[in-house]
C-alpha cells in the first residue's frame, strides 16, 4: 500500500576525506523515498524553492516517486552543508540555510490522507503531531528525529512519540533523550513512553529493534569504501518502511526483516555522493546483500 | 582436551560510578581462565609475588584451574589501578606497577607442552612466541595483544600472528595495527598476516568473526547493569576458547557458536567486580543467555 513521507528535501554540499559534492540532492525525504521506491509507491510531501533544479524533479518521478505534495515556494531551497573526517562516524556542519523549509507546514492532498503507512522525517515534533492528525487511519507510522528537538521541544515530541508505532533514532538520540547511558535501559525508557517499537541506528555497529519484551540486533553490511554517510539513516529509514508497506505485514518478525532490507539500503547509500549509490540497483543486488546479512548473524542449525 | 593459558594474574584496584574495589584478583590469565573453567580443564602458566594473598589461589583451585605452572617469585605481585566514568567504553589507567610479572618468562612444564589449545593472553609478543614454540603440536592456538605491543614491538608481534591460528583483539587495536579506519578493510589486512580467524571485540557493539571469505556478527548480551568492565575481553577469550577445547571443534561454525558463549561470558564479567560475576554459575545461566544471543538475531525461518 501507499508509503506517506513527510519531511525534508535539500541541496547539500559535502566534503568526505574521498572527495566533494556541490549542491546535490539531499534532504531526508529523498533519501527515505529513494530507498523505499524499490519496495513501494512512495508520495513525499516537502517544500523546496523556485531555485531547486528540474532534473532534480525529474529524478525523482522517474524513481516512480508521487511528487504532487512536492510545494514548491518563491525563494530559496533548504541547502545544508557538511564535512567528514577519517572517522565517518563524526561530521562537522558547516552551513544550515533553511530558506523556504523554515516556514514548512506539511498540508496534506485529499488522497495522502489515506495512506496506511507514514514515515515522519526529521522535523519540528509539532509539525509531526499535525501529520499525524491529518492522516485518517494510519495502519504504521513511524518517527524520526534529532537531537535539537530533544533539547528544545522536548514535551512536544513526547506528545508525538506517545503517538506512533514505531520510533528510529540513532544511539546518541537514544541515550540524550532517555537522559540514561546504558543503551538498553535508555531504549526500554523511551519504549515506556508509548511507541510499541524502537530501531536504534549505530551506523557502522548495526541496529537494534527493541519491543516491551525483546531485543534485537542486527548487523551492518560490511562496507569496505564507505565515501560518504549522508543520508544513510534516512535511506536506512526507506528501506525499513518500504518492506513493512509492500508486505502489509506488520509483526515482530516481519519488522526483523525490515531492519535487514534498511541496512541493505544504508549500505547503497554510503558508496556514492547522494542518493548516486541507490540509482539503478536491481532487486537481484538487494537480495544478494539481504541473503550475506543473513549468512552474518547464521551460526548453524545446531544450536 | 586441555586448555592452556599463558598470561598475567594482578591485584586489580578499580573505581567506577557504582563503586570501588581494592586490590581484588584480576589480571588476563585470571579472567581468562575462571570463564574457560566453565567448559573444560584448564592450565594457567602465570607469576605472582610472595605476596599474593592464598585466598585467591584456592579459589583459582576450586575453579578446577590448574596452577602447577603458576609461578610464585620473590617481590610483589603485579599490580594495575584504573578507573571508569559514565562511559563504561572509556577507561583511564592510574597505576600500572609490573612488578614481578617485568620479568616474566613462560616456561611450560613437561604436561604442558603436550596442550592442543593454547591462549596466549595480552604479553610481549616474544614471549607470546617462545610459548608457542614450547607447546609441541597445539591444535588451536589464538593470540590476544594491546595497543603497547602495537607501537613498541611492531614486527615481533606480526611475527608472532603470523605463527596462530586465531588473533583477538578489540576495534581499536585492529585499526591501529592494520593502520586502517575502516573496520572491515582493517580486518582484511590482519588476515593477510596469517591468522585463519580474526576475531574483533567490540564491546558493547558485539563482536565480529573474520575468516578470508566470510564476516560473522555477534551482538553483545543487552546488559543493563554494566557493573565494572574490566576483564570483560579476556572472558570472552575464555568462553571463546573454552567452547572449542571442550567440544574439539574447530569448524568456522563452531566458531561461531564459540563468539557466543564468548559473549555469555563476557556479560557475567561485567556485572560484578573482579570475577566475581563468573562465580558459582551453572550451565543453565550459560545456556539461557546462549539462547537469548541466539533469539536477538533471529528473523525467522521465512527468509
Given at each position: 500500500?501507499?508509503?506517506?513521507?513527510?519531511?525534508?528535501?535539500?541541496?547539500?554540499?559535502?566534503?568526505?576525506?574521498?572527495?566533494?559534492?556541490?549542491?546535490?540532492?539531499?534532504?531526508?525525504?529523498?533519501?527515505?523515498?529513494?530507498?523505499?521506491?524499490?519496495?513501494?509507491?512512495?508520495?513525499?510531501?516537502?517544500?523546496?524553492?523556485?531555485?531547486?533544479?528540474?532534473?532534480?524533479?525529474?529524478?525523482?518521478?522517474?524513481?516512480?516517486?508521487?511528487?504532487?505534495?512536492?510545494?514548491?515556494?518563491?525563494?530559496?531551497?533548504?541547502?545544508?552543508?557538511?564535512?567528514?573526517?577519517?572517522?565517518?562516524?563524526?561530521?562537522?556542519?558547516?552551513?544550515?540555510?533553511?530558506?523556504?523549509?523554515?516556514?514548512?507546514?506539511?498540508?496534506?492532498?485529499?488522497?495522502?490522507?489515506?495512506?496506511?503507512?507514514?514515515?515522519?522525517?526529521?522535523?519540528?515534533?509539532?509539525?509531526?503531531?499535525?501529520?499525524?492528525?491529518?492522516?485518517?487511519?494510519?495502519?504504521?507510522?513511524?518517527?524520526?528525529?534529532?537531537?535539537?528537538?530533544?533539547?528544545?521541544?522536548?514535551?512536544?515530541?513526547?506528545?508525538?512519540?506517545?503517538?506512533?508505532?514505531?520510533?528510529?533514532?540513532?544511539?546518541?538520540?537514544?541515550?540524550?533523550?532517555?537522559?540514561?547511558?546504558?543503551?538498553?535501559?535508555?531504549?526500554?525508557?523511551?519504549?515506556?513512553?508509548?511507541?510499541?517499537?524502537?530501531?536504534?541506528?549505530?551506523?557502522?555497529?548495526?541496529?537494534?529493534?527493541?519491543?516491551?519484551?525483546?531485543?534485537?540486533?542486527?548487523?551492518?553490511?560490511?562496507?569496505?569504501?564507505?565515501?560518504?554517510?549522508?543520508?544513510?539513516?534516512?535511506?536506512?529509514?526507506?528501506?525499513?518502511?518500504?518492506?513493512?508497506?509492500?508486505?502489509?505485514?506488520?509483526?515482530?518478525?516481519?519488522?526483523?526483516?525490515?531492519?535487514l532490507?534498511?541496512?541493505?539500503?544504508?549500505?547503497?547509500?554510503?558508496?556514492?555522493?547522494?542518493?548516486?549509490?541507490?540509482?539503478?540497483?536491481?532487486?537481484?543486488?538487494?537480495?544478494?546483500?539481504f541473503s550475506?546479512l543473513r549468512e552474518?548473524v547464521n551460526?548453524?542449525?545446531?544450536?
Amino acid at each position: 500500500m501507499t508509503l506517506l513521507v513527510v519531511g525534508s528535501v535539500a541541496l547539500d554540499s559535502v566534503k568526505t576525506p574521498f572527495g566533494e559534492a556541490r549542491e546535490v540532492l539531499g534532504g531526508a525525504a529523498t533519501y527515505f523515498s529513494v530507498a523505499a521506491s524499490y519496495y513501494t509507491s512512495v508520495s513525499m510531501i516537502a517544500v523546496v524553492g523556485t531555485d531547486f533544479p528540474k532534473t532534480h524533479i525529474d529524478f525523482l518521478k522517474s524513481q516512480n516517486i508521487e511528487i504532487d505534495g512536492l510545494e514548491i515556494r518563491e525563494g530559496k531551497t533548504f541547502r545544508w552543508a557538511g564535512a567528514y573526517g577519517y572517522d565517518l562516524n563524526e561530521r562537522d556542519t558547516i552551513d544550515t540555510s533553511l530558506n523556504v523549509f523554515e516556514n514548512f507546514n506539511p498540508k496534506l492532498l485529499e488522497k495522502h490522507k489515506e495512506s496506511e503507512y507514514v514515515f515522519l522525517a526529521n522535523i519540528d515534533p509539532v509539525l509531526q503531531h499535525s501529520v499525524i492528525n491529518q492522516v485518517e487511519s494510519p495502519r504504521f507510522c513511524a518517527l524520526d528525529t534529532m537531537n535539537f528537538w530533544i533539547d528544545n521541544k522536548n514535551s512536544e515530541l513526547k506528545k508525538t512519540i506517545s503517538e506512533v508505532d514505531a520510533f528510529v533514532l540513532n544511539d546518541s538520540e537514544c541515550r540524550h533523550l532517555a537522559e540514561e547511558p546504558n543503551l538498553i535501559k535508555a531504549a526500554r525508557k523511551i519504549i515506556e513512553m508509548g511507541p510499541r517499537i524502537l530501531v536504534v541506528k549505530k551506523g557502522e555497529h548495526g541496529a537494534l529493534l527493541f519491543t516491551k519484551e525483546n531485543v534485537f540486533s542486527a548487523p551492518a553490511f560490511p562496507i569496505e569504501d564507505v565515501f560518504d554517510p549522508t543520508g544513510a539513516g534516512d535511506s536506512f529509514a526507506g528501506g525499513f518502511m518500504g518492506h513493512i508497506a509492500k508486505t502489509g505485514d506488520i509483526t515482530e518478525e516481519n519488522m526483523r526483516r525490515a531492519i535487514l532490507y534498511g541496512t541493505v539500503m544504508a549500505s547503497f547509500c554510503v558508496e556514492k555522493f547522494s542518493v548516486e549509490g541507490m540509482v539503478n540497483i536491481g532487486e537481484k543486488e538487494i537480495e544478494e546483500r539481504f541473503s550475506m546479512l543473513r549468512e552474518m548473524v547464521n551460526f548453524g542449525s545446531e544450536n
